[in-house]
């Protein structure tokens, strides 16, 4: 069995740095869970939802998966919306998208016959669905940015059509689309292109 007793020692310098610097923090935690955002992100490691915008826990009511995808058959996913919405009664969604995404690479390459590429298969439609989009950019790495801002977009319009967002209780709710660059560590506003895109219907025409 491994040692992990260096990250227990680095859980006790945390949390008593933050009681430090934040006098009676946990005790306020656990009276109740108020955040003001969800955010649906990529499972990468290098993309912390917290950190790379700077709130403290309590502040962000956080889902993620490989390639941040919105998957109306993922009842994880949707329950994680489904309680945002009507029990915490959040009223910002930002599904995070970031460049460099293992997922969306990977959706440019042949299959593998994984269990992750039956996940990823929803990206490769979106690859698919957009495919002039996305070969108009003349370089691999410029074709992975464009599907990884494509695939925020839709994952967006999936939120924005879920029967969730329909209801009485999501009234003025707002979607933002966003995306990450680990090369500088800044966020980039995708909202105004969702407009453009539209989510993949079942008996939409992939080409």
């Known amino acids: 069995m491994s040692d992990l007793s260096h990250l227990f020692?680095?859980?006790r310098l945390w949390a008593a740095r933050v009681e430090r610097d934040h006098p009676g923090f946990f005790t306020s935690l656990t009276a109740q869970q108020n955040p003001k955002y969800l955010w649906i992100g990529c499972s990468d490691s290098r993309v912390p939802a917290n950190e790379i915008?700077?709130?403290?826990?309590?502040?962000v009511f956080v889902h993620r998966n490989v390639a941040n995808l919105v998957i109306h058959s993922d009842l994880n996913c949707l329950s994680v919306i489904d309680f945002a919405v009507n029990e915490l009664k959040i009223q910002d969604i930002i599904v995070c998208g970031h460049y460099g995404c293992g997922g969306v690479t990977a959706a440019l390459a042949p299959s593998e016959g994984r269990i992750f590429d039956h996940w990823i298969r929803h990206v490769r439609d979106i690859a698919k669905f957009y495919r002039d989009e996305i070969e108009s950019?003349?370089?691999?790495g410029g074709q992975s940015r464009k599907l990884c801002e494509l695939n925020v977009a839709v994952q967006v319009v999936h939120v924005r059509e879920s029967p969730i967002l329909h209801s009485q209780s999501a009234r003025g709710v707002k979607v933002h689309g966003w995306i990450y660059d680990l090369a500088d560590g800044l966020l980039r506003d995708l909202t105004p292109m969702v407009d453009s895109v539209r989510a993949l219907e079942p008996n939409a025409s992939v080409r």
């Open 53 to 59: 915008i700077g709130l403290m826990p309590g502040e």
């Open 9 to 11: 020692a680095s859980n």
């Open 137 to 140: 950019e003349s370089t691999a």
